[in-house]
T-cell receptor, first 113, second 112 residues
């Protein structure tokens, strides 16, 4: 149980375009989801906390207009990277907390050319 | 920031040997967790230890927690090639226990 599905797994886009990443809880409801970013050979950096029906809470230094988060239902949170630039290329992972531990999606590898 | 450090950054051992990874963190916690990440994938939860616990076992995993030193260790006994992965510790944020912050990770390579 507690499966988190993230889509797409890989995306390549051109500089200046926007990319949407979806994160779904398949067999449970998630009022809160977390979005992380991971640089190569680095740890996960918490970007924001996505709250169902309300605004996301962003970590210090994360541009909320750049990384738009929407959590419109109890099973879906989306992260949109707007006007993407090569420096936005990274591995983005969503997660949801279930009984004290985090359950992660398989991540999205974003490459901006 | 809660974000901790882990050492070693990389560890290479032979199958059958034990692997020990250490994690240090900065401030008070409710619990500490260990996660595993295969290359290019999401993380998988391994074990949780609460701040009032000192040791916990799960199969071949043994976790210790020393809150006075703000450190934890993960021991994998009788390692297997399939244990090859990166291992991260994660701590929650006491004022906002809903948030988790991850250490820098240890990349474990178990040679067959």
């Amino acid at each position: 149980g507690a499966v988190v599905s993230q889509h797409p797994s890989r995306v390549i886009c051109k500089s200046g375009t926007s990319v949407k990443i979806e994160c779904r809880s398949l067999d449970f409801q998630a009022t809160t989801m977390f979005w992380y970013r991971q640089f190569p050979k680095k740890s996960l950096m918490l970007m924001a906390t996505s709250n169902e029906g309300s605004k996301a809470t962003y970590e210090q230094g994360v541009e909320k207009d750049k990384f738009l988060i929407n959590h419109a239902s109890l099973t879906l949170s989306t992260l949109t990277v707007t006007s993407a630039h090569p420096e936005d290329s990274s591995f983005y992972i969503c997660s949801a907390r279930v009984r004290g531990s985090l359950h992660f999606g398989n991540g999205t590898r974003l490459t901006v050319t | 920031s809660q974000q901790g450090e882990e050492d070693p950054q990389a560890l290479s051992i032979q199958e059958g040997e034990n692997a020990t990874m250490n994690c240090s963190y900065k401030t008070s916690i409710n619990n500490l967790q260990w996660y595993r990440q295969n290359s290019g994938r999401g993380l998988v939860h391994l074990i949780l230890i609460r701040s009032n616990e000192r040791e916990k076992h799960s199969g071949r995993l043994r976790v210790t927690l020393d809150t006075s030193k703000k450190s934890s260790s993960l021991l994998i006994t009788a390692s297997r090639a399939a244990d090859t992965a990166s291992y991260f510790c994660a701590t929650d944020d006491v004022p906002n226990f809903n948030k988790f912050y991850f250490g820098s990770g240890t990349k474990l390579n178990v040679k067959p």
